[in-house]
C-alpha cells in the first residue's frame, strides 16, 4: 500500500501512534479515527495548495477566499459551551480535584 497510495503517515508519526497505543487494546478505534483524521487533514492541504496558485480558480484574492471556506467548512471550529458549576465538599476533597484538574485537563461528570 505505501508504494501504491503517497498519502502515507510518516515514520515518525507512526512511531508516535506505536508508543501512545501499544499497551491498550481498546484503543484500537482512537488510533484508526486519528489515523483518519491525518488522512482527510492531508487531503484537505493539498486540495488548497492546488487551489491557491492555479488561475483558473479566480484572481488571487478570490482563490485565497476560496481555500478559506473550504478550510472553514471542512475543517468547522467546536461551538464554545459555557457552563456554571456548582461543587460541594470538604476542603481536601476540592484540594485533590482542582490539582487534578489543573493537571490533566480531563473532567469526568456524573449525574445523580
Known amino acids: 500500500m505505501t508504494k501504491e497510495h503517497p498519502v502515507v503517515p510518516p515514520e515518525h508519526l507512526l512511531d508516535s501512534w ?23 487533514d492531508e487531503e484537505l492541504n493539498c486540495c488548497c495548495k492546488l487551489i491557491e496558485p492555479d488561475p483558473c ?6 482563490r485565497r477566499t476560496l481555500v478559506s471556506k473550504l478550510i472553514e467548512r471542512r475543517r468547522p471550529k467546536p461551538k464554545q459551551v459555557s457552563m456554571t458549576v456548582s461543587i ?7 484540594e485533590s480535584l482542582f490539582q487534578t484538574l489543573s493537571h490533566d485537563r480531563e473532567v469526568s461528570i456524573q449525574f445523580r
Open 18 to 40: 506505536n508508543d501512545k497505543y501499544i499497551n491498550d487494546p481498546t484503543s484500537f478505534n482512537e488510533i484508526i479515527i486519528e489515523a483518519a483524521q491525518w488522512g482527510a
Open 88 to 94: 460541594t465538599g470538604t476542603e481536601e476533597e476540592l
Open 57 to 62: 480558480c479566480g484572481t488571487k484574492h478570490q
